[in-house]
């Protein structure tokens, strides 16, 4: 299903979609991240994340949440760009933004049936593994693709032009 609007800032108006798309024997797959500058690497996965269901929400860091995440000077990409370049990808059918640390109250609230991390990631390092799974849920690791990396980008980018 393509939507117009592919941001969804209210989580009430989140949850009612999916609900209807779960009704209808719909797989949801959520993902999350900071997605600050994308490269190759957060495409490969937002794609093989899709693959794995009918419906891909992705969970996007807020500004406040990636500073406090990745330090000062982040995020280079503000939240209304990075949403932006996400919703132009069609592979992502459904953002949505957090705010909190972890993306535990919007699993909460989606309760997808998979949720994918990047390679770069470890199930049992992931605090939202055992909720996934407690609801009947599969966690499922999208191989890194070595060298892709923001702040692999970010350390190129200072080489060239400095600080």
């Known amino acids: ?10 989580w009430s108006e989140l949850r009612t979609l999916i609900l209807v798309h779960k009704e209808l024997g719909k797989k949801i797959v959520f993902t999350n991240g900071c997605f600050d500058i994308l ?4 495409v490969r996965c937002l794609e093989q994340a899709r693959m794995l269901g009918d419906l891909l ?9 990636v500073q ?15 949403v932006g370049v996400l919703c ?13 640390d ?7 609230m989606v309760v997808p049936d998979i949720y994918v991390k990047g390679g770069d990631y470890r199930k049992e390092n992931l605090l939202e593994a055992s909720l996934i799974e407690s609801s009947g849920g599969q966690v499922k690791i999208i191989p890194y693709i070595s060298g892709r990396s923001t702040s692999n980008i970010i350390e190129k980018v200072l080489k060239v032009y400095g600080e």
Do not use: A, W
């Open 1 to 10: 299903m393509i939507f117009k609007n592919k941001f969804i800032s209210d």
């Open 39 to 42: 490269h190759v690497g957060h």
């Open 57 to 65: 929400v992705v969970g996007l860091n807020s500004d406040q949440s």
């Open 68 to 82: 406090k995440l990745k330090g000062e000077g982040r995020p280079i990409n503000s939240l209304v760009d990075r």
């Open 88 to 100: 132009g990808l069609e592979c992502v059918d459904l953002v949505t933004g957090f705010s909190e």
């Open 102 to 108: 972890t993306p535990l109250e919007l699993i909460k």
